[in-house]
């Protein structure tokens, strides 16, 4: 190992893609949802796949709560869905309700 060698920050988890990601309609959507449920005290955060697409991770009060969003286009509109592919509701406050209610039963 080699002192004289400068240190190199670590690398960023998600890192976006170079010339823009593509998914700005889907960014746009579960920002919306992160801000609703930050605003109600939980605790979320927006990553993305290897290809660059974005997801939000929900973080319950206990890990078994913690849950994933996704989102898919359909019918040519971005959709907001669970992991297992239902869809939550359209606008981003009923969005957060419906996710607070998993990641948080007892709020």
Do not use: K
């Amino acid at each position: 190992m080699s002192f004289d060698i400068p240190a190199r920050p670590a690398p960023a988890l998600d890192p976006a893609p170079a010339g823009g990601s593509g998914y700005g309609a889907e960014e746009a959507l579960l920002q919306g949802i992160a801000v609703e449920l930050t605003a109600l005290g939980e605790r979320v955060m927006i990553r993305r796949t290897g290809e660059g697409r974005p997801f939000l991770c929900a973080i319950g009060v206990l890990p078994r709560f913690n849950e994933e969003i996704n989102v898919v286009r359909r019918g040519g509109e971005v959709r907001a869905v669970w992991s297992w592919s239902e869809e939550l509701p359209v606008h981003p406050g009923e969005a957060a309700a419906a996710i607070r209610r998993v990641i948080n039963p007892t709020a």
